[in-house]
C-alpha cells in the first residue's frame, strides 16, 4: 500500500469517528515519518562523503601521494597502506596496477 493510499484510509477512519484526533496524528505522522526514513536512505553515506573528500596527500608521499592519502582517509599509518600496496604488487602485478589508476584519477590536495 503506498504512503497516499495509507493517509487516505486514515483520514476515512478519522472521519468515521473509529479514530480519535491524537491516534490520527500519531498514524499520520508514523507514515509520514516512514516516507522520511526512505528519503534520508537516498541521501549520501558518509562513507560516501569520505570518498568524495579522498585526495592525494602533497606531504605525506613517496611517489604520488596515494598512500599519504589513504592513510588520512582511514585513520591508518602511511606505511601500513605502502605494505600493502607491496604485497598487491606480489598478487600479479594488482599493487601496482591499484596505485597507478588512483594516482591518475584521484586529484592532489590543495
Not at 573528500?53 to 601500513?80: E, K, N, P, T, Y
Request: net charge neutral; with cysteine; hydrophobic share 50%.
Amino acid at each position: 500500500m503506498s504512503a497516499s493510499e495509507e493517509l487516505q484510509r486514515l483520514a476515512d477512519l478519522h472521519q468515521r469517528g473509529v479514530l480519535s484526533d491524537e491516534e490520527f496524528a500519531q498514524a499520520k505522522s508514523r507514515v509520514l515519518g516512514s516516507i522520511g526514513g526512505a528519503a534520508s536512505a537516498a541521501a549520501p553515506a558518509p562513507a560516501v562523503s569520505s570518498l568524495n573528500a579522498f585526495h592525494r596527500s602533497r606531504d605525506d608521499r613517496w611517489l604520488g601521494g596515494v598512500c599519504g592519502g589513504i592513510a588520512r582517509m582511514s585513520g591508518l599509518a602511511a606505511w601500513f597502506w605502502r605494505i600493502v600496496f607491496v604485497l598487491l604488487v606480489g598478487c600479479a602485478g594488482g599493487g601496482f596496477l591499484l596505485y597507478l589508476l588512483l594516482w591518475i584519477f584521484v586529484p592532489l590536495e590543495e
